[in-house]
């Protein structure tokens, strides 16, 4: 199950350039018959719901006491949006059978220049998240508000973080065995991770109201044995999923920039992980840097660029359409929601110094 799971997680992350020109039949037939195109419906759905929970789930109390009951709109909205775009990487895909990677949908839509943003955003989600897996390891009936107006920004960033596997969609599309039922695969993940969100939010807040922490875990007493069974619970997904974060990123730099593949990938892994924790010490602020993930690049990996690459990809730009209309509006507020979100997280990190 661990090497099936790390394939999937890393593979988005290689590279492969796509030149419609020099493509040939037995590139299809490779695509449409290689070794992963056999996954079942609910193994896909199981690695979709893992793909989309993860110490998210830590932060979403923290980001309903932020912005108010009236905030879990925000979030049933970006569930919908996010949900939206999953099925535009799948409508990419389907344009061109030997899309098989997010880099590859980016590389059709905007060429090289698409291929290099697209796996930029990607490997920099990875190695923050991985940096926010090392901050928590770090850490061991109130009043609420209908609406905090200044908690907005920080609410839909903690929410967009919460939705930001679209890199990994594409290989569990090229994966499934019946890739007509992804759209059926989409709708289960979402809506099973949408409901567990807003469930751990709302009982998050109800019981700890405005004081709760930006990770719940921190609000628990520490004396009692089922809360310290909670917080090691907690910890389990950070030590799993370490490695998996940072792997694909070390093989990217390996293959580029390194000739000795085997004591490269020792000296670029130990200068990473070492990096990771410089960063974690330096900014030991988990809500604050989620924040910053999520309106950064979870808001464009997840929202900005699977609009635009569709958009391209399909032609729909040439014609002014109501799809057309709603893309580019999905795509003005995703920018908006990166520019205002990312201010305030920066700002929010700076003033905890």
Known sequence: MMNEKEDIMSEPFIVKTINDEEATPRDYEFNHNNPQGNTSFSKTCFHGINALSGVGILSVPYALASGGWLSLIILFTIAITTFYCAILIK?????????????????????????????????????LVATSFLILEGFKNQDSKMLRIDGVTTSVSLYMFCYCAHPVFPTLYTSMKNKHQFSNVMVICFTICTF???????????????????????????????????????????IAKFALMVTPIIDAMRSRFV?????????????????????????????????LVGAFLSATASVILPCLCYLKISGKYRRLGLETLVLIGIVLIGIMVMITGTYKAVKDIFGRF
């Open 91 to 127: 409508r990419c895909m389907d344009m061109d059978p030997l899309l098989r990677t997010y880099p590859d949908i980016g590389y059709k839509a905007f060429g090289n220049t698409g291929r290099v943003i697209v796996s930029i955003f990607m490997n920099l989600e990875l190695y």
């Open 196 to 238: 567990i969100y807003a469930s751990v939010a709302i009982l998050g807040y109800l019981m700890y109201g405005s004081n709760v922490e930006s990770q719940i875990t921190l609000n628990l007493p520490t004396d009692k044995l089922s809360s310290k069974v909670a917080i090691c619970t907690t910890l389990v997904n950070p």
């Open 259 to 291: 000739r000795n593949k085997k004591a490269g990938g020792l000296v670029l892994g130990t200068i990473l992980v070492a990096s990771n924790v410089i960063v974690a010490l330096l900014i030991p602020f988990f809500g604050e840097l989620m924040s």
